[in-house]
């Protein structure tokens, strides 16, 4: 059964940091390219990161310079590591295997003071 399954997220004061991560199951994780989306109520889902089966990765304009994305291939795992959250960062983020169009539960990222 293929499966996404996320952990982290939560409330952080702004200028803090958050790491969130997406195991993979069910499928060649290190075979496809993963990424991250967020979405607010209201606006469309929009890219966050991502990383190709290489490790060679793609940035959103607002997440250049304080998001990393990361991958390890042994353990099926994606990483999220966020530093410098404003509250414009609020959202729910979520894993992804685009090609195959697998999606994670989603996790909620509140970014308040």
């Known amino acids: 059964q293929v499966r996404l399954r996320q952990s982290g997220g939560g409330l952080v004061q702004p200028g803090g940091s958050l790491t969130l991560a997406c195991v993979g199951s069910?499928?060649?994780?290190?075979?496809?390219?993963m990424t991250w989306y967020r979405q607010t109520p209201g606006k469309a889902r929009e890219e966050v990161a991502s990383?190709?089966?290489?490790?060679?990765?793609k940035y959103a304009d607002f997440a250049k310079g304080r998001f990393t994305i990361s991958r390890d291939n042994v353990k099926n795992m994606l990483y999220l590591e966020m530093v410098s959250l404003t509250p414009e960062d609020t959202a729910v983020y979520y894993c992804?295997?685009?090609?195959?169009?697998?999606w994670g539960q989603g996790s909620q990222v509140t970014v308040s003071s």
């Open positions: 992804c295997v685009p090609s195959l169009d697998f």
């Open positions: 069910g499928f060649p994780f290190s075979s496809y390219a």
């Open positions: 990383v190709g089966s290489f490790g060679d990765t």
